[in-house]
């Protein structure tokens, strides 16, 4: 098990910038990454994750362009900047970590969630 505990959310306008952080417990070499986000009403629904290694990474198709994860192994932190921010971006946000990188874009019940961080987005 990994603990995991979210950062960087807050109010900002759209098209502003907005950097989260995750920061694991322990050492998450051996952990895919990722990020995800839950609007009110709606389900937890998958954003972006990167492999161990940096090598991979992948997107939700409505934030390509616009979001980029990334991890510092030696800092257990993973990092999704956010850039152009729109008010469809208002969610909270969570962070996975998933020793099984096929399932890394899924919520099922296997993996680390943190506790997840308020983003929202004035139009």
């Known amino acids: 098990q990994v603990q995991l505990v979210e950062s960087g959310g807050g109010l900002v306008q759209a098209g502003a910038s907005l950097r989260l952080s995750c920061v694991a417990s322990r050492g998450t070499l051996t952990y895919a990454m990722g990020w995800f986000r839950q609007a009110p009403g709606k389900e937890r629904e998958f954003v972006a994750a990167?492999?161990?290694?940096?090598?991979?990474?992948y997107y939700e198709n409505s934030v390509k362009g616009r979001f980029t994860i990334s991890r510092d192994n030696a800092k257990n932190t993973v990092y999704l900047q956010m850039n152009s921010l729109k008010s469809e971006d208002t969610a909270v946000y969570y962070c996975?970590?998933?020793?099984?990188?096929?399932?890394?874009?899924?919520?099922?019940?296997?993996?680390?969630w943190g506790q997840g961080t308020q983003v929202t987005v004035s139009s």
């Open positions: 990167i492999n161990w290694s940096s090598s991979t990474m």
């Open positions: 996975k970590a998933d020793t099984r990188w096929s399932k890394i874009s899924t919520t099922d019940d296997g993996g680390n």
